[in-house]
């Protein structure tokens, strides 16, 4: 299972790419934020509050 950026994000980075779900806490992602992805997004559409509250 992979995770993929929006175009939005893609054109700021230059060497963006799709990798495991599973090593996104090697780029600087959460366990809370790999959850969520695993979880298939809780709550998506509906207002999460402050970045940190889904572990940004």
């Known amino acids: 299972m992979y995770w993929q950026a929006s175009i939005s994000i893609i054109m700021k980075f ?8 599973c090593d996104l ?8 934020f790999k959850e969520i992805i695993e979880s298939g997004f809780p709550g998506a559409g509906s207002y999460m509050g402050h970045k940190r509250n889904i572990g940004l």
């Not at 230059?14 to 779900?21: E, F, G, S, W, Y």
């Not at 806490?25 to 809370?32: R, W």
């Open 14 to 21: 230059a060497n963006v790419r799709m990798v495991p779900i």
């Open 25 to 32: 806490a090697s780029y600087g992602f959460t366990d809370t």
